[in-house]
């Protein structure tokens, strides 16, 4: 079947940028806070609740599609958070009308201001975790012969988002934060990352199951290249 005939293919990769989007511009100006029994008070970044969505999506599509088709929806989501990047640095540089109050454009720089590091990091990291993912389920989706789902969400999550907090945390807060600070809420939010995928887990099943019946596909990455700079499908 043609990617072109697929129903829900382009549905999914909507869902992915949208949630990619929103996670990096929108959850990243929140810190919270929640008292954990035998913890204290445990504190995160309030995106954490929603960027491990992209690799539930990331998952399915690896699954159901295949490594190649996953991996033109990574760089279509790398290339809406560069142009998100690019649009939020112009709207933040440009002069404010005269008519603007200053509490307003100072809201302004606070929401979209972003610094280099933290663009960097968000961007590097993002595309090595997900190229993680995508490789690590599909490669366990042979060796299982397509069997044991869990085991292969689950664990591409664990590398793919092992990487990603081991690039983003270190290259966005170190030398701003205090060491501790950042080795502590690397290793909280990669678990609460984790966790969610696992507390998905039966939702996934659902999801896979139902694309692989409506689209009539199950891809088996035997002859693929893996080759992330290419778009061949």
Request: glycine residues 6%; hydrophobic residues 50%; contains cysteine.
């Amino acid at each position: 079947m043609t990617q072109s005939r697929y129903r829900y293919y382009d549905l999914i990769m909507a869902a992915f940028v949208a949630v990619l989007l929103c996670s990096n511009l929108i959850g990243v100006h929140k810190v919270s806070s929640v008292h954990l029994p035998f913890i204290g008070e445990y504190v995160y970044g309030t995106g954490v609740l929603f960027f491990p969505l992209s690799y539930l999506f990331g998952d399915i599509l690896t699954e159901v599609y295949g490594y190649s088709r996953s991996r033109k929806v990574i760089w279509a989501g790398f290339g809406a958070l560069i142009f998100a990047s690019f649009m939020s640095y112009i709207v933040t540089s440009l002069p404010p009308s005269s008519t603007m109050p200053a509490e307003q454009q100072a809201a302004v720089n606070t929401i979209f201001g972003q610094t280099w590091r933290i663009v960097l990091a968000s961007l590097t990291a993002f595309w090595a975790g997900e190229f993680v993912n995508s490789f690590v389920l599909a490669k366990m989706k042979i060796l299982t012969a397509g069997k044991y789902l869990w085991t292969r969400t689950i664990g591409s999550t664990v590398a793919g988002e092992a990487v990603d907090s081991l690039i983003f945390y270190p290259v966005a807060f170190l030398g701003s934060w205090p060491l501790e600070q950042v080795v502590a809420v690397m290793i909280g939010n990669y678990f609460l990352k984790v966790g969610w995928e696992v507390v998905a887990t039966p939702l996934t099943y659902k999801i896979v199951a139902f694309l692989k019946r409506v689209e009539h596909e199950d891809h088996f990455d035997r002859d693929t290249d893996f080759n992330p700079f290419t778009l061949k499908t």
